[in-house]
């Protein structure tokens, strides 16, 4: 999907070095809890030196629904767009790329793309994504999601709580996996870590 938009090709591994690099830079100096500030700040110089606030005011969109780390969004075509606010990655927000890329590695059908970024409701920086606005006949039930994990080679550790020697996945709950109208399912808000 990043192809289709050449200007901003590649900015979630872009935006994934920068923390990265943030992070490297404090070293042992700082305690785990300064590095994601830090790595705000320099996500927000990013910002600014590119061009890649997001201003969704004058966009036609309508609000859906809002979560603990995402307020939702449907541009009434093909995509929903999500503010992220960092929430879900702790104090680290390599968690947060590394999430995106793997969830992109493992539900490819339903893939974020990084767009940008913006401040949310509560005026919470916040990355723009973009995903596939799902026409779905119902919610997965538990024996479908298990049953299209255990084919993607992870085992059951709970009902919602998968794993592979990689990556931990959780929060595979029926509202967060659909049946579509395809009879595929979509893994449209799960969370993934590595493995410890």
């Given amino acids: 999907m990043d192809r289709a938009y050449p200007p901003i090709n590649n900015l979630l591994e872009q935006a994934a070095c920068i923390t990265g690099?943030?992070?490297?830079?404090?070293?042992e100096v700082e305690?785990?809890?300064?590095?994601?500030?830090?790595?705000?700040?320099?996500?927000?110089?990013?910002?600014?030196?590119?061009?890649?606030?997001?201003?969704?005011?004058?966009?036609?969109?309508?609000?859906?629904?809002?979560?603990?780390e995402n307020e939702v969004f449907h541009d009434g075509k093909s995509s929903v767009i999500k503010l992220n606010n960092f929430e879900y990655a702790g104090d680290d927000l390599e968690?947060?790329?590394?999430r995106i890329n793997a969830h992109n590695k493992f539900f490819s059908n339903v893939p974020y793309q990084m767009i940008g970024f913006s401040y949310n409701s509560r005026q919470e920086f916040s990355a723009v994504l973009t995903q596939?606005?799902?026409?779905?006949e119902r919610e997965a039930t538990e024996d479908e999601i298990v049953e299209y994990m255990e084919?993607?080679?992870?085992?059951?550790?709970?009902?919602?709580?998968?794993?592979n020697d990689q990556y931990e996945v959780f929060d595979a709950v029926p509202n967060n996996v659909l049946y579509?109208?395809?009879?595929?399912?979509?893994f449209i808000d799960t969370q993934i870590r590595l493995k410890k």
């Fill in 180 to 186: 579509g109208i395809d009879k595929d399912l979509y």
């Fill in 21 to 27: 690099r943030s992070k490297e830079a404090t070293g």
């Fill in 95 to 98: 968690n947060f790329f590394i």
């Fill in 132 to 136: 596939p606005y799902i026409l779905a």
């Fill in 31 to 68: 305690p785990t809890e300064g590095y994601k500030g830090r790595q705000i700040k320099k996500l927000i110089e990013f910002a600014n030196a590119n061009n890649l606030w997001i201003d969704l005011s004058p966009l036609n969109i309508t609000y859906m629904d809002k979560g603990g």
């Fill in 151 to 163: 084919a993607l080679g992870f085992e059951t550790d709970y009902i919602d709580e998968f794993h």
